[in-house]
């Protein structure tokens, strides 16, 4: 009986991530609503489409709605097609399509290839299911909500390198038309999906290896509560550059680069004692906040630009995700600010350093 459960609960979420009815059917919800910890995100740029779809959602008495924790919103991103994957309410991964959103190619409706169609189908419809971002997202948010189903252990995800002539599995079948290296999140030592120029993490880094890490490590956190990794397998020492010496000039703009504006938000009630995105456990009140790129440790000095109130902070959490914000401070810092009654605020950074 165990065994005939397992198979129909397997069927449906697979079977709803390829798009094919059943009794099981993936339901669209208007907006995906941000966490409370404020670490959701849209992509860098707003979506046209603001439908989200459950992904492999299935109405049975035997199944809990929290067993689907994978969900993806396409959406158009810089003229072409995106569709972001999120996991319980989380940004992990954007995947793009090879071609303009306009072009001829990608206009056509996508074509599932099923076995009793896949013979029928010619090289350009294969080529084009490979390069969907819609259909790619589904199938790893499928593969996501079932490893959840089965209770993965989030401590055996793990990334590595992979170099530019070594051959894609079968996962990402669009990685075949990508260049440059590329990296992979794995289970158990088994491919989950590559990391490329056409998968990225939402808020990207201008390091692809960086995208794969921060990637990862949400995957780890939030099927698990895992511990992060703090680098990817595999991945070559960078080439030494040769620095030329600065000029006064180049100081003083490297200086006047270091302030930021921007809208400072805080967190921290129910997150208290819970594992940051440095490692450390997060304390609501000590004098830390949350950003998307700066290394943990630098220290920042924010000023409420509203009461002339200023703060040290340092750096041990990654966000926030909304758009529009800038930096995301402990309670104990927003309560030094004065911004813990009104939520946000505009503020000054200025970086410190470590």
Do not use: C
């Not at 070594?166 to 990685?175: H, I, L, V």
């Not at 290394?295 to 041990?316: A, C, E, H, L, Q």
């Amino acid at each position: 009986m165990n065994k005939k459960l397992l198979w129909t609960t397997t069927v449906a979420l697979l079977t709803a991530a390829v798009g094919i009815p059943l009794s099981s059917h993936a339901e669209s919800t208007s907006t995906i609503k941000p966490s409370a910890d404020n670490q959701s995100a849209t992509p860098n740029s707003t979506p046209t489409t603001t439908n989200a779809v459950k992904v492999g959602e299935y109405q049975s008495s035997t199944r809990q709605s929290d067993s689907v924790v994978a969900r993806i919103q396409p959406h158009q991103l810089a003229g072409r097609q995106a569709a972001t994957l999120y996991v319980k309410n989380i940004p992990v991964l954007t995947f793009f399509d090879k071609e303009m959103a306009n072009s001829a190619k990608t206009s056509t409706p996508t074509k599932v290839a099923t076995n009793a169609t896949q013979g029928s189908l010619s090289k350009a419809d294969i080529e084009s299911e490979a390069n969907s971002a819609v259909r790619r997202a589904t199938k790893v948010a499928a593969k996501i909500n079932q490893l959840h189903l089965n209770g993965v252990d989030a401590s055996k995800i793990t990334a590595r390198w992979k170099a530019a002539t070594e051959e894609s599995s079968k996962t990402t079948k669009a990685s075949a038309q990508v260049e440059g290296d590329r990296y992979a999140i794995l289970l158990n030592n088994e491919e989950l999906v590559e990391i490329n120029s056409l998968t990225r993490l939402p808020d990207q880094t201008k390091d692809l290896g960086e995208d794969a890490l921060q990637a990862t490590n949400r995957l780890r956190r939030l099927l698990g509560n895992a511990p992060p990794l703090q680098e990817v397998a595999g991945k070559p020492a960078p080439k030494p550059v040769a620095v030329a010496p600065q000029t006064n000039a180049q100081k003083q703009t490297k200086q006047a680069s270091t302030v930021l504006t921007g809208i400072a938000s805080w967190y921290g009630p129910g997150f208290h004692g819970n594992r940051s995105a440095s490692g450390e456990r997060f304390n609501q009140n000590a004098m830390t906040a949350a950003h998307r790129s700066l290394p943990f440790g630098t220290k920042v000095r924010v000023t409420n630009k509203r009461n002339g109130r200023s703060v040290v902070v340092r750096i041990n959490d990654r966000g926030p995700f909304t758009g529009g914000r800038i930096i995301d401070l402990s309670a104990g810092a927003a309560r030094v600010l004065g911004l813990l009654n009104s939520g946000t605020a505009p503020v000054q950074l200025e970086i410190l350093g470590r």
